[in-house]
């Protein structure tokens, strides 16, 4: 574990110094295509570095801040997009905490005003005409949610932070428990772990650096369509950041071939191409197993499924609409059976959940010193 954790450290640092240096390419090289091949070391740099970790959750960790996020990040900033390049004397610190953390600052501490969220799929505008650069689609928002935003309390990560606990538990007996239901659990822990580390991570960026943030999830399970889920409730970091790199282009490449009115349909299926394959990069991280794309298929098949979507709303606006508790329902339906014969299987296969527990136990063996030296003090003190 103390080995793990020091290579932990040399790939942030190596991190840390590589975006340092980004920082003044930005400063000192215009926008356009030599800044982009002065970007791509440090792009090629992020792909590796998650190989020399060897625990699934510094592996996973890294490779989604880092290979996905900040890589995409870089690509933008290249070319003055993204997140990078909207405050142009942004600090050092700011600068690093942004591109290598899956935060998102508000729209007012931008200076921007959001645009509506009407006609939307995939968390983007399907009207092409107001496809802007750097555009922001999410409301202000402080770095926790609060009740009022139809985000978690803080209290709602504590107690997800306890079902993540008594999950783990629950493990120690999976051979006597209904695969399915096993299944169920493990959507759960992937739900709950992440939005804890992603809420961590906003709380530590707010306090040390006093930046506002938007919330990265917006209760998922009250979804009542794909485009729902995906766009407004589910990781809207990796949905901003899909945007202006792989929706936005393709968009505009589309419409020159089919026209406003299907234009978003490619767009959004490129999209979810991308995320796949990016899943299944961080798959690899975690796995170091060949891969067989099965999660990539996944994605394609849910793209697949908002295309279908998006033409079903088209063809029906204002004539028919499904209730909300039945499209939500159908919804949910969808998810979890992609998701127990295409997702969760890969993470099986790799032995994913067996390593997770495996580095739980190791985590307490690590910290049971460290309390037993507290817990003296105290006793001294007393």
């Known amino acids: 574990m103390e080995g793990e954790i020091m290579n932990l450290m040399k790939v942030w640092l190596s991190v840390v110094v590589s975006l340092c240096y980004c920082y003044w390419i ?5 926008a356009g295509t030599i800044r982009l091949l002065l970007f791509l070391p440090i792009v090629l740099l992020f792909i590796v570095l998650p190989l020399s970790l060897s625990f699934v959750h510094f592996c996973g960790i890294t490779g989604f801040f880092i290979s996905w996020l900040g890589n995409f990040k870089l690509l933008l ?30 729209s007012a501490e931008n200076g921007k005003t959001p645009h509506p969220h009407s006609s939307k799929s995939f968390g983007f505008d399907t009207n092409p005409s107001s496809i802007k650069p750097n555009s922001v689609t999410k409301q202000n928002l402080s770095g926790v949610p609060s009740k009022k935003d139809g985000g978690t309390p803080l209290l709602g990560y504590a107690l997800k932070g306890i079902a993540v606990g008594i999950l783990v538990k629950i493990y120690d007996y999976s051979e006597s428990i209904n695969p399915n239901v096993l299944m169920c659990m493990y959507c759960f822990h992937i739900y709950f772990m992440l939005e804890i580390i992603l809420a961590v991570v906003a709380a530590a960026a707010k306090t040390l650096l006093g930046m506002e943030l938007e919330p990265q999830f917006k209760n998922p399970l009250l979804s009542t369509s794909l ?19 792989v929706y936005e282009p393709t968009m505009k490449a589309a419409l020159k071939i089919v026209g406003p009115t299907w234009a978003p349909l490619p767009a959004v299926m490129s999209t979810f191409v991308v995320s ?12 170091r197993s060949e891969p067989t794309f099965r999660m990539t298929g996944f994605f394609l098949l849910h793209g697949l499924g908002l295309m279908v979507e998006i033409a079903l709303k088209r063809a ?3 004539r028919w609409r499904l209730p909300r508790f039945l499209s939500g329902l159908l919804t949910l339906v969808f998810f979890m059976a992609t998701c127990f014969s295409l997702f969760l299987p890969e993470f099986i296969r790799c032995r994913i959940q067996v390593r997770a527990v495996e580095e739980y136990v190791a985590l307490g063996h690590l910290l049971t010193p460290l ?6 003090i105290f006793h001294n003190k007393s």
């Open 371 to 376: 309390s037993s030296s507290f817990s003296a």
């Open 77 to 106: 900033l290249a070319f003055d997009k993204g997140p990078l390049s909207s405050d142009a004397f942004i600090s050092l610190p700011r600068f690093v905490a942004v591109a290598c953390f899956p935060i998102k600052c508000s």
């Open 276 to 287: 796949g394959l990016m899943h299944e990069l961080i798959l690899f991280y975690m796995g």
């Open 316 to 318: 029906l606006t204002g």
């Open 227 to 245: 485009q729902d889920f995906w766009g407004r409730r589910w990781n809207l970091m990796v949905t901003s950041i899909l945007r202006p790199t």
């Open 26 to 30: 930005r400063k000192l090289i215009p």
